[in-house]
């Protein structure tokens, strides 16, 4: 899977730190074993998801709470966090990887979330994306299958062949989650632009995102 082309997609950065212990023995941890490098991503991916609560209402902003060696230190994250740590660990394994992120509009068990933000635009979504079998594949390992049981959403499962990038609808038909605008694809969380797309949509907490403390809502 190694190409010279995606070597920036496989270097540790300040946020995907692949080379930190943490992260390293994360990785060992869930792919012993395996050999596959499509094994590897498939554990890794089920680990992130389920093993990480998704949790959207401690935000911690800072520098060091943002890296992807932070997480393993706890149980829950949320979207940003819990993609930059399978993004990291695919680079740990070999297998180049990349942050997209967007806006979205979430329908479904946000009314707390909404009342904070005063909006239902969720700002800079994270996902992740990996290059297999020569394309690059989304991912998205953030709702954990315990709180898409709980909401009726089919989890997002992994596969290598397509995208597992949102759940449009619910499993009654209901709109559950649409995507707004797409912000592209990146070697490393963007984090200046992210704090200012933040503090941009969010003028209310402009003072608590730019001095990049926790936010418990």
């Known amino acids: 899977m190694k190409n010279a082309s995606f070597e920036s997609y496989l270097n540790p950065t300040e946020f995907l730190d692949s080379d930190h212990p943490a992260v390293r023995e994360f990785v060992e941890e869930n792919t012993r074993g395996l050999s596959a490098p499509t094994e590897k991503l498939e554990a890794l991916y089920y680990a992130v998801r389920d093993g990480f609560r998704y949790d959207p209402y401690r935000l911690d902003f800072s520098r060091e709470a943002m890296k992807a060696s932070h997480l393993t230190g706890r149980n829950y994250g949320y979207c940003v966090e819990k993609s930059c740590l399978f993004a990291a660990a695919a680079r740990a394994v070999g297998v180049p990887a990349r942050m ?3 806006n979205v509009r979430n329908h479904i068990g946000t009314a707390r979330l909404e009342a904070v933000l005063q909006t239902n635009v969720l700002v800079f979504h994270g996902f992740a994306e990996v290059y297999v079998n020569g394309r690059w594949i989304k991912s998205t390992p953030v709702f954990n ?25 619910d499993r009654d038909g209901g709109k559950f989650m649409e995507y707004l605008h797409d912000y592209g694809r990146f070697e490393d969380i963007p984090y200046d632009f992210f704090m200012s797309e933040l503090q941009r949509y969010y003028p209310h907490l402009k003072e608590t995102i730019s001095q990049g403390r926790l936010i418990e809502l």
Do not use: M, W
């Open 145 to 169: 299958k315990e709180l898409c049981e709980r909401l009726n959403v089919a989890p997002l499962d992994f596969t290598a062949e397509e995208d597992a990038i949102f759940q449009e609808y």
């Open 100 to 102: 997209g992120f967007a």
